[in-house]
C-alpha cells in the first residue's frame, strides 16, 4: 500500500528540509519517493515574490489561491500513488485541523495510508537562523533586501500562528520533531516504513554543526604497509 508522509508546522520549522532529507533517505532505500510541495505549486500559480498579506487568512483572494495550489499538489500525487509511487510528501503548513481532515479524506479516497511529521519549534534563536540560512535565499526574496526580507517573512509567520492548531489526535499516527531534533516523539508508528522514517529523523540536524576527525598516529601496521586489523602505535 502506498504510504502518504503528510508534513505539519509553521514556515521555517525545516518541514521541506525534513521531506526532502527523507525523500532522499528512502530513495536510497529503493522506495519509489516523491516530494510535492505545495510552495512551488503556489509560486508557478500565484508568483514568486507576494507580499505577507498574500498570507493572511482573513485575505479571500490568498486563501483561494492558496487552496488551489494545495488542491493541484494533492492531484499530483494522488496520480502518481495510481502510476505505482510508493512514498509521497505532502510538504506543506496543514497548519489546521480543518485542513489536516481535507487531505486524510483525499488520501483515504486513494486508498493511500497515512501518517504527519510535525515540525514544533518555540526557541526564536533556530527561527532566525533557520529564516536566515535558508528562507532568505528562496525565490520569494530574490533581489530584495535581506532585513525587509526577514521583516517581511516573520510577518507570515505570524499569519499561520495566528490560525496554528498542533496536532494532538492520539489516533493518528505521526512523528513530532520538537526544536529542531532535541525531542522526537513517535505516535502509532505502525508501518515498517513509518518506523525507518522515525529512526531517520532523529539523527537530522537542521541548523550546521561542526564535526572534528582525527586520525591515531602511526600504527605498526602502516610501517609495515598492513591494512586493517588493530596493532599498537609505533615507537
Same mark, same amino acid.
Given at each position: 500500500?502506498?504510504?502518504?508522509?503528510?508534513? &505539519?508546522?509553521?514556515?521555517?520549522?525545516?518541514? !521541506?528540509? !525534513? *521531506?526532502?532529507?527523507?525523500?532522499?533517505?528512502?530513495?536510497?532505500?529503493? &522506495?519509489?519517493?516523491?516530494?510535492?510541495?505545495?510552495?512551488?505549486?503556489?509560486?508557478?500559480?500565484?508568483?514568486?515574490?507576494?507580499?505577507?498579506?498574500?498570507?493572511?487568512?482573513?485575505?479571500?483572494?490568498?486563501?483561494? *489561491?492558496?487552496?488551489?495550489?494545495?488542491?493541484?499538489?494533492?492531484?499530483?500525487?494522488?496520480?502518481?500513488?495510481? *502510476?505505482?509511487?510508493?512514498?509521497?510528501?505532502?510538504?506543506?503548513?496543514?497548519?489546521? %485541523?480543518?485542513?489536516? !481532515?481535507?487531505?486524510?479524506?483525499?488520501?483515504?479516497?486513494?486508498?493511500?495510508?497515512?501518517?504527519?511529521?510535525?515540525?514544533?519549534?518555540?526557541?526564536?534563536?533556530? &527561527?532566525?537562523?533557520?529564516? %536566515?540560512?535558508?528562507?532568505? =535565499?528562496?525565490?520569494?526574496? &530574490? =533581489?530584495?533586501?535581506?532585513?525587509?526580507?526577514?521583516?517581511?517573512?516573520?510577518?507570515?509567520?505570524?499569519?499561520?500562528?495566528?490560525?496554528?492548531?498542533?496536532?494532538?489526535?492520539?489516533?493518528?499516527?505521526?512523528?513530532?520533531?520538537?526544536?529542531?531534533? %532535541?525531542?522526537?516523539?513517535?505516535?502509532?508508528?505502525?508501518?515498517?516504513?513509518? !518506523?525507518?522514517?522515525?529512526?531517520?529523523?532523529?539523527?537530522?540536524?537542521?541548523?550546521?554543526?561542526?564535526?572534528?576527525?582525527?586520525?591515531?598516529?602511526?600504527?605498526?601496521?602502516?610501517?609495515?604497509?598492513?591494512?586493517?586489523?588493530?596493532? =599498537?602505535?609505533?615507537?
Amino acid at each position: 500500500m502506498a504510504l502518504a508522509l503528510v508534513m &505539519v508546522g509553521l514556515p521555517a520549522r525545516g518541514k !521541506t528540509y !525534513t *521531506a526532502r532529507k527523507v525523500a532522499r533517505y528512502l530513495s536510497w532505500r529503493g &522506495v519509489r519517493t516523491k516530494v510535492f510541495n505545495v510552495g512551488n505549486y503556489r509560486r508557478a500559480r500565484s508568483g514568486a515574490q507576494v507580499p505577507h498579506s498574500f498570507f493572511d487568512p482573513a485575505n479571500p483572494e490568498g486563501f483561494s *489561491a492558496r487552496r488551489e495550489a494545495a488542491e493541484a499538489a494533492m492531484d499530483d500525487m494522488v496520480g502518481w500513488f495510481s *502510476a505505482g509511487g510508493e512514498v509521497g510528501i505532502y510538504d506543506a503548513t496543514n497548519s489546521t %485541523r480543518a485542513r489536516r !481532515t481535507w487531505v486524510m479524506e483525499q488520501l483515504g479516497r486513494a486508498g493511500a495510508s497515512l501518517a504527519f511529521i510535525e515540525s514544533i519549534c518555540d526557541d526564536p534563536s533556530l &527561527v532566525e537562523a533557520n529564516i %536566515r540560512e535558508t528562507k532568505l =535565499g528562496s525565490p520569494d526574496y &530574490v =533581489g530584495m533586501d535581506s532585513e525587509a526580507a526577514a521583516r517581511d517573512f516573520l510577518s507570515r509567520i505570524e499569519h499561520y500562528v495566528s490560525v496554528y492548531e498542533p496536532i494532538d489526535d492520539e489516533g493518528l499516527s505521526w512523528i513530532k520533531i520538537v526544536d529542531a531534533g %532535541r525531542q522526537v516523539i513517535v505516535n502509532r508508528a505502525e508501518d515498517y516504513l513509518l !518506523t525507518k522514517v522515525a529512526a531517520f529523523v532523529m539523527n537530522l540536524h537542521l541548523i550546521p554543526k561542526t564535526l572534528w576527525f582525527s586520525r591515531h598516529g602511526q600504527s605498526e601496521f602502516n610501517m609495515e604497509d598492513r591494512v586493517g586489523g588493530d596493532s =599498537g602505535l609505533s615507537s
